[in-house]
């Protein structure tokens, strides 16, 4: 694989991208509050090959925020040494639907063996009639092996 600079979204058919893209691991979703003050918190994603997908209920209140401010960042990292790291930055889109969000269930399955993803989303679909779809297409892209791509602050 020749190859790529940070940045590069080319970065994301990189294999260490894909098993984290892959992996049971929850991005942490960056963004900033409408006081201007940084946020982070881990959520559950989909990888549908070009955007992450990820779902929230309609009242939450990061929506509030993401819709002042769309800009984010997500980074899925392994806790295995020498650690995987994947950073994306975008321009999350917003989107209500109605029941769960297709890709929401689809991560379920992900995380959780598929009987324990369906008794979890009868149990959701009790608590709320619809999600919001955040999608995120990566405009940049960072990756971190720690074998052959290392932090800026150590590479020469």
């Not at 940045?7 to 979703?29: C, D, N």
């Not at 929401?104 to 009987?115: G, H, N, Q, S, T």
């Amino acid at each position: 694989m020749k190859a790529v600079h940070q940045g590069g979204l080319e970065l994301l058919q990189h294999p260490a991208a894909q098993e984290l893209l892959h992996s049971k691991i929850p991005a942490r979703l960056a963004y900033v509050w409408t006081d201007g003050t940084p946020r982070v918190i881990p959520i559950w994603f989909h990888w549908n090959g070009r955007e992450v997908v990820m779902a929230t209920p309609p009242r939450a209140p990061k929506l509030k925020a993401l819709a002042k401010n769309p800009k984010v960042s997500l980074t899925i990292d392994d806790n295995t040494f020498p650690h995987k790291v994947l950073l994306i930055r975008g321009t999350a889109r917003l989107e209500p639907v109605g029941g769960i969000v297709p890709e929401y269930a689809a991560a379920a399955e992900r995380y959780f063996d598929p009987k324990l993803a369906e008794a979890w989303l009868t149990q959701l679909r009790a608590l709320v009639s619809s999600q919001v779809r955040i999608t995120v297409t990566p405009e940049w892209v960072g990756l971190l092996d720690f074998e052959t791509r290392f932090p800026s602050a150590l590479s020469s």
